[in-house]
């Protein structure tokens, strides 16, 4: 199975959708340990995604990934702006003059897209941050790629993980971001950033299950 | 001369901190950045860019930033900017306020970058409860 163009457009369409639906979400969850706009931040940036969308719909999908992370960088305001720019723009390189995507393109795509975040946030897992919910799911993609699954299977599994390194972050104490200026009072509150990661791998996953 | 560019999530905190450095060196070009596209509190790394370049001068460029993304939306900026400017920017690790104060006195007397730096930088050690 590939994905292709039209499906990319889908993916970061319903990657937009998932921010709106969420914008009250994700900023409730960053009033509990942080600025209360990590929502309104993700929703701004898809909308300015979504309006540049149109003219390079029909280009390579690298092209189309780099169009988002511009977008991205130049909306969303806050942290999330460099670190999700930064992933899309890996996204985009790995992608460059591709009409259709593999299992092992994704699974690149997403290890680089990581490691742009990483070395943009500086941040390890453990520090509450969108690396703990990313980092597991590049994993469990990889290790469901080298057990022979297919690409749906592949995702589905990177979300889960997603999903538990989401969960994961509750109890822990924040060391990157505005919610490190709290300290211990940040335990028991789940990151907005990891949040947001998880829905929007679950973005991809939609599309490819449709 | 050096050139100082404040960056802040808030407009008005960049551009009130930009009116007491100045007072400090009428003559150095300061430029204050802040918010986001729509005005919100944030930083905008293109914005930023921009502001770097709007400097012009050939000495260098002291940035100064308040918090959070405002260093990653820096970075960003500098990843950004054409090498031979690139070359001239540095991004320093001093409180905002008493920083911009310390820079603007030093790019006044003609010092270097790396000495407007330094001395900015030191700003953050400087007792100010006498
Ligand atoms: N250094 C970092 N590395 C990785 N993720 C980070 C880092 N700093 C913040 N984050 C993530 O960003 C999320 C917050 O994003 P948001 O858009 O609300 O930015 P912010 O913290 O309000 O930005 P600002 O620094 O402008 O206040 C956090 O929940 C966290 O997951
Ligand atoms: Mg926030």
Redesign the interface.
């Known amino acids: 199975m590939k994905v292709n163009r039209d499906q990319v457009v889908a993916m970061i369409e319903e990657m937009a959708a998932a921010m709106a639906q969420n914008k009250e979400y994700l900023t409730e969850l960053d009033s509990a340990i942080g600025?209360a706009?990590h929502g309104?931040?993700m929703d701004?940036g898809f909308r300015k995604v979504l309006e540049k969308l149109p003219p390079v719909a029909d280009k390579d999908i690298g092209t189309i990934f780099k169009n988002v992370a511009m977008s991205l960088?130049?909306?969303?305001?806050?942290?999330?702006?460099?670190?999700y720019?930064?992933f899309f723009m890996q996204f985009g390189k790995i992608a460059a003059g591709k009409e259709e995507l593999t299992a092992s393109d994704i699974g690149a795509m997403l290890a680089a897209g990581l490691e742009g975040i990483k070395q943009?946030?500086k941040a390890v897992v453990g520090e509450k941050t969108m690396v703990d919910a990313l980092e597991p799911a590049v994993e469990a993609y990889s290790a469901a790629a080298d057990a022979g699954k297919d690409l749906v299977e592949c995702l589905r599994a990177a979300v889960a993980a997603a999903e538990d390194g989401k969960k994961a972050t509750i109890p822990l104490v924040a060391k990157k971001?505005?919610a490190h200026y709290l300290g211990e009072r940040s335990v028991g509150h789940q990151d907005p950033g990891a949040t947001s990661a998880e829905l929007l791998l679950r973005a991809m996953l939609k599309v490819l299950e449709s | 001369m050096v050139g100082i560019v404040i960056i802040s999530h808030s407009l008005k905190a960049a551009e009130g901190i930009k009116e007491i450095a100045q007072q400090m060196g009428r003559e150095v070009p300061i430029v204050a950045v802040g918010?986001?596209?729509?005005g919100?509190?944030?930083?905008?790394?293109?914005a930023i860019k921009e502001a770097i370049e709007s400097i012009g001068e050939t000495d260098g460029v002291l940035l100064l930033v308040d918090?959070?993304?405002a260093v990653?939306?820096t970075?960003?900026a500098i990843d950004m900017l054409q090498d031979e400017l690139q070359k001239r920017v540095v991004l320093c690790n001093a409180p905002i306020l008493e920083g911009a104060v310390v820079a603007a006195v030093e790019a006044a007397m003609g010092h270097t970058l790396a000495q407007v730096k330094r001395a900015a930088e030191e700003a953050g050690q400087m007792e100010k409860l006498l």
Do not use: H, K
């Open positions: 600025d706009d309104i931040n701004r960088i130049s909306a969303v305001g806050g942290a999330a702006g460099p670190l720019g930064t943009r946030g971001g505005r | 918010g986001t596209e729509d919100d509190l944030g930083t905008d790394p293109l918090l959070g993304s990653m939306n970075q960003l």
